[in-house]
């Protein structure tokens, strides 16, 4: 939601109340260069979610989450609490990030069994769909990566709805 009425929080915590699956990765909480401030965000959403988890009524108790970092063992250094949580490591490369998430939602979430790489085909195929329909409705590449997400995934249930065409008409 868009809503500047409503706080950041609450969404968040609305969406992991509402969410039985959910990933966190670890590795974009860091500075990004010397004296910055290291990210807290995404540890700090795992942590209401590990809540949820632990003090939410049985529906909440069987949650699963996935949890991701660009290193083993990096998170140690500064979330020390979660060492014994099985933490998957993508290397920051997407196409370990894509087949880490998909055997994690096939294992746990029983997803469909689809390839890693033909997942990483259709996000591009998507895409370029996406793209055409937004240039094609006015809109400049800038504008199209200031979309906001909502209005993205409302354009990735039209694709896939649509069967997923190669190309915008």
């Known amino acids: 939601t868009e809503d500047s009425g409503q706080n950041r929080l609450v969404k968040i915590v609305e969406l992991i109340e509402a969410s039985q699956y959910s990933i966190h990765d670890l590795s974009r909480a860091q500075a990004k260069k010397e004296g910055e401030f290291f990210r807290l965000n995404m540890p700090f959403e795992?942590?209401?979610?590990?809540?949820?988890?632990?003090f939410g009524n049985a529906a909440k108790k069987s949650k699963k989450f996935l949890?991701?970092?660009?290193?083993?063992?990096?998170?140690?250094?500064?979330?020390?609490?979660?060492?014994?949580?099985?933490?998957?490591?993508?290397?920051?490369?997407?196409?370990?990030?894509?087949?880490?998430v998909r055997n994690w939602l096939v294992n746990e979430a029983k997803?469909?069994?689809?390839?890693?790489?033909?997942?990483a085909q259709d996000y591009v195929t998507f895409q370029e769909w996406y793209y055409e329909?937004?240039?094609?409705?006015?809109?400049?590449?800038?504008?199209?990566?200031?979309?906001?997400t909502a209005e993205l995934?409302?354009?990735?249930?039209e694709w896939f709805e649509s069967n997923m065409p190669s190309q915008f008409n």
Do not use: V
Request: proline share 3%.
């Open 153 to 157: 995934l409302t354009n990735m249930t």
């Open 111 to 119: 997803s469909q069994n689809i390839g890693p790489t033909k997942i």
């Open 133 to 148: 329909k937004q240039l094609a409705n006015g809109a400049s590449e800038q504008d199209i990566q200031q979309y906001p």
């Open 46 to 54: 795992l942590g209401i979610d590990f809540g949820c988890r632990q």
């Open 67 to 100: 949890i991701l970092e660009e290193k083993q063992y990096r998170y140690q250094a500064a979330l020390s609490d979660i060492s014994g949580c099985d933490i998957q490591t993508h290397d920051n490369d997407y196409q370990a990030a894509i087949k880490t």
